[in-house]
């Protein structure tokens, strides 16, 4: 397979930009809520996460999927040199997704009063009403980033998301200082205005880089309308088609974390705990442990958007070699990353819930033995981004929904039974969301190489990350426990966790998990490369 081809590319420098791009978002959101919560209290912030939740939920069912079916679709006629269908699949969903966004945002803002009245919190209608506007930039910006996607470009995409965050972040902290003099109600409005403005900003930037390239681009699409020409109808067909389980599939999770509410309060009242004390240990494994899961998710999450795309434009060209290649290297990649965070997350547990949360120690000391076991659902949250990915890319789009049904219903039994041993307690929902994401990731994994063919280099592929994260979750111990009576917590913990780093780095090296050659096809690789040349023969 040549692999010089312009249209095989690598999913790995997308994968990169928008992993960088999901970690200066999570920075930016850190400097967003923590200030927030100090601005407008508990009391302020009742009012905005009232409305947020409501507002996911309208996001989730406007776009969630699209986007991807955006991106396989041009993906594909791409791939087959058929540059006006591409275009015309993203002219078709900016339209679809225009009207969606108008009735989405129309029902949110004008619904807001009875939506608030209906939850007992008549108060939170401001900011309802302030977000609902969001609903229809949204929708634009994912018509955008579906598109540059399945051209095999994320740089708007990472740009656009950037974008929108540093504008919510900066427009909703300074309206709720302006504001908070009007009342806690009020200013959380003005708070929940910087998601809308956002939204609006992030959707003029990829616009603006859409029109920045449109010459281009409408140069290679050409001005001949093909004979064959696809009709609207079949376009909006196909979208829902793909988009329709993917969103389910989105779905599933919330739906099973409102079961499990109830499961783990009612099992740990069965076993002696007092209704006080079972929503403290449910709020430390939901409201502190689990969060922390989110900061190797964005890497991971890069390379489900990355794959799907390259997967597509290389299936449809039945290119199985090159195919292949990419799915190995994803699944490397997820478990190059999700491996050594699981590890360092586990062993360091207690000190980094101490490190994130040092003003209620007792309850970040107790929410630790949560993190230890939650922690490894990494390792299978991270594989299922990939495999979903790639399924999502041949058009499988149904199986990880299945998969994650499966994994949602063994998730409620284990809860049941292990929530209900004295000696697990709440450590059992932890437990049994491991065994969740295991159930779905392997379920994957098995229909991913039936309907790919894919081989997979195991020893590659997970053991030698896994040896090297084992000896780096040693190191760092080590380290923490030498360090323990010389330096403060804080700095101990991030020195440790620092030297992991290192550790682990030097030993992918050392071993060969990953090459230096495959680091030169990242962006600024040869750089990178060049420099562990001097260390590394």
Known sequence: MDQSNSKNKSFLKGAVILGLAGIVIKVLGAFFRIPLTNIITDDGMGYYQTAYPIYNLFLTLAIAGIPTAIARMVAERTALDRRYEAHRVFKVSFWLLL???????????????????????PGAI???????????????MSSFRGYFQGLQ??????????????????????LAIVLLPR????AAAGASFGATA??????????????HRRKSILAEVGKEVPADVESVRSIFRDILIIAVPI?????????????????????????????????????????MAAPLLNFPQVLLQAVSMSIVPVVASAFKRREMGFMHDNINLALRYSAILSIPCAVGMSVMSRPIMELFYPR???????????????AYGVIFLGMAHALNGILQGIGKQMIPVRNLCIGALVKIVLTFVLVG???LNVRGAAISTVAAYFTAAFLDFRAMKKYTGTEVDYKLTFVKPAVCALIMGLAVRVVYRLLYLRVGGAVNTLISVCAGIVVYFVLVLAIKAITVEEIERLPKGRKIAALLRRFVK
């Open 99 to 121: 009207i969606t966004g108008v009735v989405t945002s129309s029902i949110l803002f004008f619904g807001a009063g009875a939506i608030t009245r209906a939850i007992k919190e």
């Open 421 to 423: 041993i004295p000696s």
């Open 153 to 174: 470009d994320m740089t708007p995409t990472a740009v656009s998301q950037v974008v929108e965050q540093a504008f919510r972040v900066a427009i909703g902290l300074g």
């Open 198 to 211: 956002g939204a609006f900003f992030g959707f003029v930037g990829i616009g603006l880089l859409y029109l």
């Open 247 to 287: 969103t389910i599939g989105s779905a599933v999770l919330p739906v099973i974390n409102t079961i499990d509410t109830a499961i783990v309060k009612t099992r740990l009242i069965s076993i002696g705990f007092d209704s006080d004390m079972a929503r403290a240990l449910y709020g430390q494994l939901t409201g």
């Open 360 to 374: 209620v120690k007792e309850s970040a000391a107790s929410a630790g033995g949560c993190l230890e076991i939650l």
């Open 183 to 186: 009342g806690l109600n009020i």
């Open 126 to 140: 401001y900011c309802m009403q302030a977000i609902a506007p969001a609903l229809f930039f949204c929708p634009l």
